[in-house]
């Protein structure tokens, strides 16, 4: 049974930094792309970043690039959102995803498995 967790969520002042972890578990990862979204209250689910086991290439949103970066480790079947310079709009639950790699999606209807989520907090 996949099971996708997440950790490291919390609360942490404007300017500070989060790293967030998800651990893989109950299939086979290596030919799956991982992919970070978040959601706010009262919005919709949206695509932060992406990425695959097999190649160092990442993929995000134009507003997060530079400040949020995904990485793997492949040994851990970890994966890592590093967030910086956070700001009071990052607020929301951040979830971690995954399907079967064929291509980019950025779509949540896209992902097969989800994590639980995880709250960050940004206060100004």
Known sequence: QVQLVESGGGLVQAGGSLRLSCATSGGTFSNYIMAWFRQAPGKEREFVAAKTWSSSRTYSTDSM???????????????YLQMNSLKPEDTGVYYCAARAYDGVYSRPTQYDYWGQGTQVTVSA
């Open 65 to 79: 690039r530079g400040r949020f970066t995904i990485s793997t480790d492949n040994a851990k079947g970890t994966v």
